[in-house]
């Protein structure tokens, strides 16, 4: 017979198994004879215990302690972020399910059970909090025989399980409790990744019932956002959030990109600023929880209070801010419900949380503009500034009729992809529709860049679409004030941000302005690919914003066209927010009853496609144009299957349901302009 206190020292070897495999798992550069060390006392205790003697034992485990102790305080006072990183992901970290069951009260998981299940990667269910009904959802990675969970790497039905989780807690007015933990969203491009993210963006902002979300080890870029558009967010000082993955960033900023060292790998997380004191300090999380120094683990049962505290804390902080007459911790049973006038407090506080977030440079033009443009909302103020805007507007008229057009963009000036060379280009079709080989003026000139034999479309700068939709000089830029920096220090991106500037002539990726549309007034956005691949970050997400007010302001439609590699590494998670900002924009506009044409040409990537792109009442594309959630090696490299090279093109992805149609470039204006008039698109008759 077993006496208690051998008992108690067998669960003793057994925790310190526990921590041993976690150390070893975590592989954070400890030294192997350190390892050795804790090894040979466990191993001594353990054959100690078989011999019932139980002294030996206990003085090998308090060895045991001690060596770990020293190993603690060595290895995991200042960890990096590429430790982190490592820690993160570890096995014996607790999932969502282990919250779900340790933090919450009659936990019970609803929409699909483990393997049957519309997507394992995500789970669900009603659960109680200090009495109080919430939902919780989140990203569920498994133990390591749960391979059907796909690592926590979630399919768009899974996020759209997740938003119907979230519309039944609306239905029972109880908040939502998500818990992140993904490397990405599957990438397969089948059910439309990119384009269920931004649909989910849109959804969760409308969300009428408070959202707290807790970021519990990886914060993996779009993925995690499908979950995670909340009013408070917790992030464990242990998980990770970032735009794209370590070695991701690191094949950016690798000189040799064949050859990724250790050292690109190191530079790349400092860069790309991913713990939980860099998403604080950009102003992207409302609370860190500390975590035990080595990270927390599943048998760590002291933390599930802890993490519990800071949740009902956060719950109540969220209640405060649209009641003023709530006292947080005086909750008491159904306290975070909402009245229904509260709901419009938890929106705009909602939207504002947002639109902060972003490093940019504007001028004081601009600055002087907004600053109008703000105090315009003002009702009574507006009805003084009426008649004065329509003079101010229609003296700009009269001196642009002047101008002739001479302060707006001076589109046809602008350098073309392909440039007007004296040279011939093969059509990529050749071998399959035996075009011939085209002149270059000639294929742009004569043939707006179609290939005249098979219809392939050569992809066009942004400067040629302006001159292609807008009716000829209508097109009037504003906010051109606004500027892309470097908000992270990323290195050597401040000379890659000169270069673009100097190249393009332009201050960031994105141009916005009014224009007219066969005679119809509209706001438009276009994207510059020459610009860092077009790709969105603070100054393009703050762009986008300030046309949608003004288009919401002078009831006018968008019109936008996209040409983006995605959001812009180099700003890391502030970029991913730029995915939230937009997209909060996008529902604004539509439920002030605005109407949105978006329009896909090549290429229209990742973060863009998973935000303000895909979220058009409309949705065009080019032929030919590519359009995907992931670059193709990434999809290869995470599905391990090969995918065809059309795979990505607009036509199939029109065949998925992605995008609305595929329109000629040489019908694309005339579409657009018959889609206004459906709608008796003249300036307000477009607002519902
Ligand atoms: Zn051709």
């Known amino acids: 017979m077993m006496d208690l206190r051998e008992k108690i020292i067998y669960q003793q070897i057994e925790e310190s198994l526990g921590k041993l495999s976690y150390l070893k798992d975590i592989a954070i550069g400890i030294p192997a004879e350190d390892i050795a060390k804790l090894e040979k006392n466990l191993k001594e205790a353990e054959d100690a215990i078989v011999n019932h003697k139980n002294m030996i034992a206990k003085n090998k485990l308090t060895l045991f302690e001690e060596i770990f102790s020293l190993i603690e305080d060595k290895y995991f006072s200042k960890l990096t972020p590429r430790q982190i990183d490592l820690i993160s992901r570890s096995e014996q970290r607790p999932k969502t399910l282990d919250y779900a069951r340790e933090v919450f009260e009659d936990f019970e998981e609803i929409k699909g059970f483990e393997s049957n299940n519309v997507d394992p990667a995500m ?171 080595i990270g927390v683990r599943k048998s760590d049962k002291d933390f599930y209070p802890v993490l519990k505290d800071a949740i009902i804390d956060g719950l109540d902080i969220i209640k405060s801010k649209v009641s003023p007459f709530f006292i947080p911790g005086s909750g008491s049973k159904n306290s975070w419900r909402l009245k229904k006038y509260q709901v419009p407090i938890l929106l705009r506080k909602r939207k504002s949380k947002y639109r902060k977030i972003g490093k940019y440079h504007t001028n004081l033009s601009d600055r002087i503009k907004f600053f109008f443009g703000e105090i315009y909302r003002i009702r009574w103020i507006h009805s003084i500034f009426v008649p004065i805007r329509k003079s101010i507007d229609a003296f700009i008229k009269m001196k642009a009729k002047e101008a002739e057009g001479t302060f707006l963009l001076e589109a046809s000036e602008q350098p073309k992809v392909l440039k007007y060379e004296d040279r011939w280009v093969e059509c990529p079709n050749t071998t399959i529709h035996g075009c011939q080989d085209i002149w270059v003026p000639t294929l742009f000139e004569e043939y707006n860049g179609i290939c005249p034999n098979c219809g392939y479309h050569f992809r066009l700068i942004i400067d040629n679409y302006i001159d292609l939709i807008p009716d000829k000089g209508t097109f009037r830029e504003f906010n051109t004030g606004i500027e892309s920096i470097n908000p992270l220090n990323f290195d050597g991106f401040d000379e890659k941000i000169r270069i673009a500037k100097s190249k393009t002539g332009r201050k960031c990726a994105m ?111 080019e032929p030919n144009a590519q359009i995907g959630f992931a670059g193709i090696h990434v999809i290869h490299q995470t599905v391990k299957q090969k995918k065809p090279k059309n795979y990505q093109h607009a036509e199939l992805v029109m065949s998925r349901g992605g995008v609305d149609a595929v329109v000629n470039r040489n019908n694309l204006k005339s579409t657009i302009s018959r889609l206004l008039m459906l709608r008796k698109a003249k300036g307000r008759e477009c607002f519902v």
């Not at 002030?592 to 998973?610: F, K």
């Open 511 to 621: 141009i916005t302005g009014y224009a007219h549309i066969n005679g119809i007034p509209v706001v438009m956005v276009f994207t510059d690919v020459r610009f860092r691949a077009g790709t969105l970050g603070s100054a393009e997400g703050e762009k986008f914003y300030r046309a949608i007010k003004r288009a919401i302001r002078e009831k006018k439609p968008l019109v936008a066209v996209h040409q983006s590699g995605g959001a812009r590494i180099e700003e890391g998670i502030l970029a991913l927010m730029q995915m939230v900002k937009t997209s909060i924009a996008v529902a604004m506009f539509k439920q002030a009853g605005g109407y949105y044409i978006s329009v896909e040409t090549d290429p229209t990537m990742a973060g863009v496609l998973a935000s303000y792109a895909s979220l058009g009442d409309i949705i065009l594309a």
């Open 123 to 293: 789970v669900c269910g009603f659960a109680k909090l200090k009495g109080n009904d919430v939902m919780v959802i989140g990203h569920e990675k498994g133990g390591f025989d749960e391979d059907f969970r796909r690592g926590g790497s979630a399919l768009p039905q899974g996020n759209q399980k997740a938003i119907q989780a979230m519309k039944l807690a609306e239905k029972f007015n109880i908040p939502v409790v998500t818990f992140v933990d993904t490397p990405g969203s599957w990438p397969l491009e089948e059910f439309l990744p990119a384009q269920r993210i931004a649909k989910n963006l849109e959804m969760q902002y409308l969300l009428k019932v408070p959202h707290i979300s807790v970021v519990i080890g990886e914060g993996g870029s779009g993925g995690a956002l499908a979950i995670d558009l909340c009013d408070y967010r917790i992030m464990l000082d242990k998980a990770y959030y970032s735009v794209i993955s370590i070695s991701g960033g690191a094949a950016i900023i690798a000189k040799d990109k064949r050859h990724i060292t250790e050292d690109d790998l190191d530079r790349a997380a400092e860069n790309l600023r991913i713990t939980a004191k860099d998403a604080y300090e950009l102003g992207v999380v409302d609370k860190i929880v500390e975590e035990p120094k």
